[in-house]
């Protein structure tokens, strides 16, 4: 059974900095897109970040674009956020999908969630 598997969350202060990682359990999802999401309390699961492979296209949210970077090498995936705000406060998911992932995909493999704390 694949397993992705995050860690990397904690409670920060506004403008820290934190590094996420995810490992996949098979090697084969070297070759899958691999991406995360993010689900604030009372709010719907959103789309972060993703990349197809480790030299390939990455994609982001416009609310992450200039502080968030994802970077992947082989079955990992890795989302480092610098200049964090209150609002990247959430449970950030893990996910993979047999083709590329963007903000309207439901992936079909998900972790189970790290929680990101920023405070003000």
């Known amino acids: 059974q694949v397993q992705l598997v995050e860690s990397g969350g904690g409670l920060v202060q506004a403008g820290d900095s934190l590094r996420l990682s995810c490992a996949a359990s098979a090697r084969t999802f070297s070759r899958y897109p691999m991406g995360w999401f993010r689900q604030a309390p009372g709010k719907e699961r959103e789309f972060v970040a993703s990349k197809n492979w480790s030299g390939g296209n990455s994609y982001y949210a416009d609310s992450v674009k200039g502080r968030f970077t994802i970077s992947r090498d082989n079955a990992m995936v890795y989302l480092q956020m610098n200049s964090l705000r209150p609002e990247d406060t959430a449970v950030y998911y893990c996910?993979?999908?047999?083709?590329?992932?963007?903000?309207?995909?439901?992936?079909?493999?998900w972790g189970q969630g790290t929680q990101v704390t920023v405070s003000s």
């Open positions: 996910a993979a999908d047999l083709k590329t992932i963007v903000q309207s995909t439901t992936p079909r493999w």
